[in-house]
């Protein structure tokens, strides 16, 4: 599995990083996990088509980890000119969310006469769904975002990727790192504590209870970004758009 980071910062484009988007790419397919508002940038930046792209995996109903899906499903009609299906898939309330949140960009977009078809699957946290050929289970965390907020295992059969979404920090994060190829968690602050996320000494002091063969961090504000050394020093792999993992 190849994991291409399109986007890995915050909701505030610190460090001029992009909203969260991964794409996963193996003998399963192509795979997006979170759609950020900036990701169709990103793809473009890293000259990536999205006609190759099966579906997509939303973790929670922000806007930087979602908002970017009306631009793609009109990018796919105008501009790719996709006639391949799309799954979109997320926690419960995805499919009303993603309605209100086209309708509110591009008024009447939702009447749209497809020329692709689409559609949205809901997957109920601590269940499985398979996804574009990819095996995905989500897992509750804490991040009020107006519906359930959740990491991702995301599993081709041969390699585990798994994620925390964004979330303070929580039982289920073990659960959602053990035995994964590769685990990327965020880590908005550095050593203040913040409602929601994680900081640098909360991670830095449960590192030995993620059982990941390698772990990445994600999602950094600025204060975060001026401990990556300190990060890279304890063995973590630090995402910045554009970086490529092979598993």
């Known amino acids: 599995m190849k994991v291409t980071i399109v986007g890995s910062g915050d909701a505030f484009g610190t460090g001029g990083r992009g ?20 990701a169709l940038v990103g793809l473009n930046r890293l000259g990536m088509s999205t006609l190759d792209i ?10 930087d980890h979602f908002g970017g899906l009306p631009f793609l499903l009109l990018e796919s009609q105008f501009v790719a000119e996709r006639r391949a299906p799309l799954v979109i898939a997320g926690p ?7 309605e209100m949140a086209c309708e509110v960009l591009f008024p009447g977009m939702t009447g749209n006469r497809w020329a692709f078809p689409w559609s949205v699957v809901e997957i109920e ?30 599993g081709d059969g041969k390699k585990l990727f798994a994620y925390s979404g964004d979330t303070s920090w929580v039982p289920n994060l073990p659960l959602l790192a053990q035995d994964a190829d590769l685990f990327i968690v965020e880590c908005y602050s550095g050593l203040r ?41 304890k063995g973590l792999i630090i995402v ?3 970086k490529i993992i092979e598993l």
């Open 240 to 242: 910045e758009d554009g």
């Open 19 to 38: 909203n969260t988007c991964f794409r996963l790419d193996s003998h399963a397919g192509a795979l997006l996990v979170d759609f950020g508002s900036t």
């Open 92 to 98: 419960p309330g995805l499919h009303t969310r993603l």
């Open 125 to 154: 946290p601590g269940t499985s769904r398979s996804i574009a050929g990819f095996e995905v289970q989500p897992m509750l965390v804490r991040h009020p975002s107006g519906a359930p907020a959740t990491g991702l295992r995301v």
């Open 193 to 233: 504590p913040i409602p929601n996320h994680i900081d640098w000494p909360t991670l830095e002091s449960n590192l030995d209870k993620l059982h990941a063969r390698n772990i990445a961090v994600t999602h950094m504000g600025r204060s975060a970004l001026e401990l990556t050394s300190q990060m890279a020093e």
């Open 54 to 63: 099966g579906g997509v995996v939303i973790s929670h109903l922000h806007g």
